[in-house]
């Protein structure tokens, strides 16, 4: 299982946390604005997502990027 901001979701062998994000983004159960990830609390870059792969038992929490100056 993988929490997403307390929320548990079946695990996917063989995914990046991108992958992982999109499929929860088309159940439409997520924003898909830019979003700052933290993966069992260590910060991912944005362009790390895409590279880095879940394991089972991953905790995730995902917010919105912060804006402004």
Do not use: C, W
Not at 8 to 14: G, K, L, R
């Amino acid at each position: 299982m993988i929490t997403v901001n307390n929320q548990q979701y079946e695990f996917i062998e063989h995914v990046t946390i991108a992958g992982f994000l999109d499929s929860i983004q088309n159940k439409h159960e997520m924003s898909t604005s830019a979003l700052l990830v933290i993966v069992n609390d260590v910060l991912i870059s944005p362009a790390a997502i895409h590279q880095v792969f879940i394991n089972d038992g991953d905790v995730l929490k995902i917010r919105n990027l912060p804006v402004g100056g």
